[in-house]
């Protein structure tokens, strides 16, 4: 008699129970039988049906994720509820991956080739993105608290003892600017505290899981379903030296980040410090000119700040850093820069606290003074009380953050030839901004000002975008239609580009809703006590204009809907002139569905490139207003400018309330089903790839759920000959993202366990969704490589996809394998003696399906065939 198969269910995004996952049923009016736990923990876990036999021929177990990213509804929660505030760096180091041209083998990239550049511009542009929260909160607490909030009655309204700045002594020089800068500091710490406590994710379980060490003696209760490797097992039969890898996601280090992950964010978090000390230092340096002692100590300060930001520049671009070697200890460069930050900021914090000089103007004298809210003619009072120089450094930052993902894109989609394009347009500008500073030797003054320049300039390094991608070499795209590169090649650029937006959109929020504290009730007339810098406020306008795109593409995605299910309506009604009226209303709930999948599949990525496209325009044109001296609070309330300042209220008001919303969406994906099936796609996609290029993204769920699934897998088939605990075949069994899961376990696990290794695939989005937005693992030319792997000596292919044409995130994969179209529903209306219409599973709910029984009985007994039996007794 044959062995035993497990088929090993892996379970998608929605954290579906394992109970369900294993197709329990509740009896009538009763609760589901619940599993029993046969390895694993609480959180990530194998669990069987209590009632399994250890002599069924098949066994069905099923692996719950879950919990790293839905929760258990527990007070944890809350804190990963948090993790979407996050979603900004999220989506930057998502965008490393959905690089196109990334080698097979990583230890190859090089820093000139196409994807060695894209990847440096990306850690760049990551760099950057770390620096914009910081930099609002060196707003925050340096501008509106240390410079702007000069009075009593503003610094009550601060939480915790700020009293203090009121004093004279504290109002002098750069004191107050000292103490504001403890806000950015604090948001750097708490984002160290938060990376650090995410490393233990990377470092659960060990890179090789095929080589277990010596278990102990298990106790009665675990001897049954606990398998591990025996102390007398036969050692591995010898097997060829595997070749060079095919894909990336055979690197052995791929999952194994944790030295990578401690490199990159003493890096960032260093960065964020120097960015934020740079403000107030800045300050002084322009304003007052150090002299003495002072300078003695500033310009030192001034160089170590400099070498820091100049190694992080250079670091993100080596090898030493971009390999995810688990065990690489932090390196001599790592000290180095942790301790010019930290020498750095104590000389920032010593300038700040020195008395002003008499080389410029004494900072007293251009701080705002007390009583501007309620007396606005007193001198010094102007409508700009910002921080001299902070509205520039914004602007130029917002600015060199954009052309930054131009050149993410050009270079993703047409080379170094494209990054021809984006570089002219930043020398350009900054030879603009040169000569209309006066800064130019020999060259008069300059006849435009710099945001007069901006647009052309722009214009320019958008020329770069529409220049001819490169395709491979041995051109495959697509497989099947709507399988071709995402956004023409500019995948890259679009996600990043939407974590930039969503960043600067959570940063202005932020300000805009401490401003508005801190003025309190402003009166009929009156001013407000602080003001937020010039540039947020074209923000606002900026993401009601937004939200109106937002709208108009929803609006569209409705209207192909409406066709789609008309189309799906006719074609199900054309068969037969003779359905009944209740036939007729089935046949309209199926083509809703359908209309759904083929709306998903064919149309989806275009509208989101219709969005990206839209919001480029729009942020090239806000990068032109936060340029200009003219800002929508300066606009009259009567006439057509009315309309542009009223947007931007609302768009500001909106804006305030932003990461309340988006914190209070992300805690009830974790407690609400509904709302997680909704946005824990995106999530889950998000939080799938390792973080490789933002460190202080939320951790990827996948570093731990990989060397699990592969430990369990190879441990159960590493098993002695004569173990009644090991299997002779396994069914990977994957659904919905569980698929892609179970793919990079099937292309690490070594040829020995392949060849008894069968994958299942269903509800799946290899080639519709991750083949076009990560074509280096899922593309024409590397998803092959899983059917090559899958490929037994026989020559037949142990690869099975179901599919449905109801199911809005499952499609056929024509990539070797076998595609099964599922039947749903089974029919319009009731047959065989049921009363109830049969259900419309969609994306649920296929291993009930006759057609996934079939085949499950097919495979067992193939690879039952595999091995020769009889093997072991039953006893």
């Known amino acids: 008699m044959g062995g035993q198969i497990l088929e090993l269910r892996v379970h998608g995004v929605s954290n579906t129970p394992p109970s369900?996952?294993?197709?329990?049923?509740?009896?009538?009016?009763?609760?589901?039988?619940?599993?029993?736990?046969?390895?694993?923990?609480?959180?990530?876990?194998?669990?069987?049906?209590?009632?399994?036999?250890?002599?069924?021929?098949?066994?069905?177990?099923?692996?719950?994720?879950?919990?790293?990213?839905?929760?258990?509804?527990?007070?944890?929660?809350?804190?990963?509820?948090?993790?979407?505030?996050?979603?900004?760096?999220?989506?930057?180091?998502?965008?490393?991956?959905?690089?196109?041209?990334?080698?097979?083998?990583?230890?190859?990239?090089?820093?000139?080739?196409?994807?060695?550049?894209?990847?440096?511009?990306?850690?760049?542009?990551?760099?950057?993105?770390?620096?914009?929260?910081?930099?609002?909160?060196?707003?925050?607490?340096?501008?509106?608290?240390?410079?702007?909030?000069?009075?009593?009655?503003?610094?009550?309204?601060?939480?915790?003892?700020?009293?203090?700045?009121?004093?004279?002594?504290?109002?002098?020089?750069?004191?107050?600017?000292?103490?504001?800068?403890?806000?950015?500091?604090?948001?750097?710490?708490?984002?160290?505290?938060?990376?650090?406590?995410?490393?233990?994710?990377?470092?659960?379980?060990?890179?090789?899981?095929?080589?277990?060490?010596?278990?102990?003696?298990?106790?009665?209760?675990?001897?049954?379903?606990?398998?591990?490797?025996?102390?007398?097992?036969?050692?591995?039969?010898?097997?060829?030296?595997?070749?060079?890898?095919?894909?990336?996601?055979?690197?052995?280090?791929?999952?194994?980040?944790?030295?990578?992950?401690?490199?990159?964010?003493?890096?960032?978090?260093?960065?964020?410090?120097?960015?934020?000390?740079?403000?107030?230092?800045?300050?002084?340096?322009?304003?007052?000119?150090?002299?003495?002692?002072?300078?003695?100590?500033?310009?030192?300060?001034?160089?170590?700040?400099?070498?820091?930001?100049?190694?992080?520049?250079?670091?993100?671009?080596?090898?030493?850093?971009?390999?995810?070697?688990?065990?690489?200890?932090?390196?001599?460069?790592?000290?180095?820069?942790?301790?010019?930050?930290?020498?750095?900021?104590?000389?920032?914090?010593?300038?700040?606290?020195?008395?002003?000089?008499?080389?410029?103007?004494?900072?007293?004298?251009?701080?705002?003074?007390?009583?501007?809210?309620?007396?606005?003619?007193?001198?010094?009072?102007?409508?700009?009380?910002?921080?001299?120089?902070?509205?520039?450094?914004?602007?130029?930052?917002?600015?060199?953050?954009?052309?930054?993902?131009?050149?993410?894109?050009?270079?993703?989609?047409?080379?170094?030839?494209?990054?021809?394009?984006?570089?002219?347009?930043?020398?350009?500008?900054?030879?603009?901004?040169?000569?209309?500073?006066?800064?130019?030797?020999?060259?008069?003054?300059?006849?435009?000002?710099?945001?007069?320049?901006?647009?052309?300039?722009?214009?320019?390094?958008?020329?770069?975008?529409?220049?001819?991608?490169?395709?491979?070499?041995?051109?495959?795209?697509?497989?099947?239609?709507?399988?071709?590169?995402?956004?023409?090649?500019?995948?890259?650029?679009?996600?990043?580009?939407?974590?930039?937006?969503?960043?600067?959109?959570?940063?202005?929020?932020?300000v805009y809703w401490v401003t508005d504290h801190l003025n309190g009730e402003v009166p009929p007339g009156g001013r407000p006590t602080v003001v937020p810098p010039a540039p947020t406020t074209w923000v606002g306008l900026s993401f009601a204009v937004a939200l109106v795109a937002l709208a108009l593409v929803a609006t569209r995605a409705v209207v192909l809907f409406h066709r789609l299910r008309k189309q799906e309506y006719a074609e199900l009604t054309a068969s037969d002139k003779r359905l009944s009226a209740h036939d007729l209303r089935r046949a309209r709930d199926v083509s809703a569905h359908r209309a759904i999948h083929r709306l998903v599949g064919e149309h989806a990525l275009r509208l989101i490139g219709w969005y990206a496209g839209a919001l480029a325009l729009l942020a090239a044109l806000c990068c032109v207003a936060v340029l200009s001296p003219v800002h929508p609070d300066q606009m009259s309330t009567t006439g057509p400018t009315a309309v542009v300042r009223g947007v931007a209220d609302l768009g500001d008001s909106l804006l305030g309330w932003l990461p309340v919303a988006v914190a209070a969406v992300g805690l009830l994906v974790y407690r609400n089903d509904t709302v997680r099936r909704s946005v824990g796609v995106l999530w889950d996609v998000g939080t799938f790839w390792p973080r490789a290029a933002h460190p202080l993204a939320p951790p990827s769920y996948a570093e731990r759920a990989v060397p699990e699934l592969l430990t369990r897998t190879a441990g159960l088939l590493a098993l002695a000959e004569h173990d009644p605990r090991r299997m002779d075949g396994i069914i990977l069994s994957g659904h919905s993202q569980g698929t892609v899961i179970c793919t990079a376990v099937i292309l690490q696990l070594p040829n020995r366990w392949r060849r008894r290794i069968w994958f299942f695939s269903y509800g799946c989005q290899l080639t519709r969704l991750y083949g076009r937005v990560f074509p280096a693992y899922f593309g024409p030319d590397r998803l092959p490589e899983l059917t090559r792997a899958l490929t037994r000596p026989s020559g037949g292919i142990g690869w099975t996809n179901f599919w449905r044409d109801t199911d809005p995130l499952g499609w056929p994969v024509t990539a070797g394998e076998r595609d099964v179209a599922v039947t749903d529903p089974e029919a319009l209306h009731p047959s065989d003696g049921e009363v109830a219409d049969p259900p419309i599973r969609s994306h649920s709910g296929y291993p009930e399906a006759a057609e996934f029984q079939r085949e499950r009985s097919r495979v067992a007994w193939l690879l039952r065939r595999a091995v020769p039996s009889p093997r072991r007794g039953l006893g």
Not at 32 to 40: D, F, I, K, S, T
Not at 163 to 168: H, K, M, N, V
Not at 292 to 305: E, F, I, K
Not at 458 to 481: N, W, Y
């Open 20 to 510: 369900e996952t294993l197709g329990l049923t509740p009896d009538p009016g009763g609760e589901a039988p619940q599993p029993r736990l046969v390895a694993g923990g609480p959180v990530t876990g194998f669990y069987r049906s209590a009632t399994a036999s250890p002599h069924d021929p098949i066994v069905v177990e099923a692996y719950s994720w879950g919990q790293l990213t839905s929760g258990a509804r527990t007070a944890r929660d809350v804190e990963r509820a948090l993790w979407t505030l996050l979603l900004p760096f999220t989506l930057a180091n998502v965008a490393l991956h959905a690089r196109p041209g990334i080698p097979a083998d990583p230890t190859t990239e090089r820093l000139a080739s196409r994807s060695g550049i894209t990847a440096w511009l990306i850690r760049l542009f990551c760099l950057s993105l770390t620096s914009t929260p910081v930099l609002a909160l060196t707003g925050v607490g340096v501008d509106l608290i240390g410079w702007q909030c000069v009075d009593q009655t503003c610094l009550s309204r601060i939480p915790g003892p700020w009293d203090f700045l009121a004093s004279p002594w504290w109002q002098q020089g750069g004191r107050a600017l000292a103490v504001g800068l403890t806000v950015p500091l604090a948001l750097i710490a708490v984002l160290g505290i938060v990376a650090w406590r995410t490393y233990q994710y990377e470092a659960v379980m060990p890179a090789d899981p095929v080589n277990p060490p010596a278990r102990q003696t298990p106790t009665p209760v675990d001897a049954e379903v606990l398998p591990s490797q025996p102390v007398d097992a036969p050692p591995p039969a010898a097997e060829k030296p595997p070749g060079p890898p095919a894909n990336p996601l055979e690197d052995p280090t791929f999952w194994w980040g944790e030295g990578q992950l401690r490199r990159a964010a003493v890096l960032h978090l260093c960065t964020g410090a120097v960015v934020a000390a740079a403000v107030p230092l800045g300050s002084i340096l322009v304003l007052d000119p150090p002299q003495g002692a002072r300078a003695a100590v500033a310009w030192p300060t001034v160089a170590m700040l400099a070498a820091v930001v100049a190694i992080a520049l250079v670091a993100i671009g080596r090898p030493y850093l971009t390999r995810r070697s688990g065990a690489t200890p932090l390196g001599h460069w790592t000290v180095a820069v942790t301790v010019l930050t930290v020498l750095g900021l104590a000389g920032t914090v010593l300038v700040l606290l020195l008395p002003d000089g008499a080389a410029g103007t004494p900072l007293a004298g251009l701080r705002p003074p007390a009583g501007c809210d309620t007396a606005p003619f007193l001198p010094g009072c102007r409508e700009d009380r910002s921080l001299p120089g902070f509205d520039g450094i914004i602007a130029w930052l917002v600015t060199g953050q954009l052309l930054l993902l131009i050149a993410v894109g050009t270079t993703a989609r047409s080379g170094r030839r494209g990054l021809a394009a984006p570089v002219a347009a930043a020398l350009l500008i900054a030879a603009g901004a040169a000569w209309n500073h006066g800064w130019l030797p020999a060259v008069g003054p300059a006849p435009l000002d710099v945001w007069q320049l901006a647009l052309p300039v722009l214009a320019v390094a958008v020329t770069g975008l529409m220049l001819p991608r490169i395709r491979p070499s041995d051109a495959k795209q697509p497989l099947e239609p709507y399988t071709d590169l995402a956004w023409r090649g500019r995948a890259p650029a679009v996600i990043a580009g939407f974590g930039w937006l969503l960043c600067l959109a959570y940063c202005t929020g932020l």
